[in-house]
């Protein structure tokens, strides 16, 4: 499956921004999916996953009540609704897509395919 994320950009505290990631290949109904990001001279963090039906969800505490993830496997994408976000919410994002088990895993090893990843920056 290939991933191809978007929605990147530049947007001030308080504001919200919303990245889609599609997958191609194969529907991504077969595929928990995830989101992690990467700011600059930092690991690769878990950011949210959902299962593959949807009905699990995870989120790192750092996002909660701010960020939603969400899936249409109609149209083989999967979303992340980012609102009020914060400058340390700046990083690389990055789409994943696992086929290993079931659930809304939170590591990035449960994850066998990546997206190239979209820039989301935050201005204060």
């Known amino acids: 499956v290939q991933l191809q994320a978007s929605g990147g950009g530049l947007v001030q505290a308080g504001g919200s921004l919303r990245l889609s990631c599609t997958a191609s290949g194969r529907t991504s109904s077969s595929y928990n999916m995830g989101w992690f990001r990467q700011a600059p001279g930092t690991e690769r963090v878990f950011v949210a996953a959902?299962?593959?039906?949807?009905?699990?969800?995870n989120y790192a505490d750092s996002v909660k009540g701010r960020f939603t993830i969400s899936r249409d496997n109609a149209k083989n994408t999967v979303s992340l609704q980012m609102n009020s976000l914060k400058p340390e919410d700046t990083a690389v994002y990055y789409c994943a897509a696992g086929n290993r088990g079931y659930g809304a895993f939170v590591t990035s090893n449960d994850y066998n395919y990546w997206g190239q990843g979209t820039l989301v920056t935050v201005s204060s």
């Open positions: 959902i299962s593959r039906s949807g009905i699990s969800i």
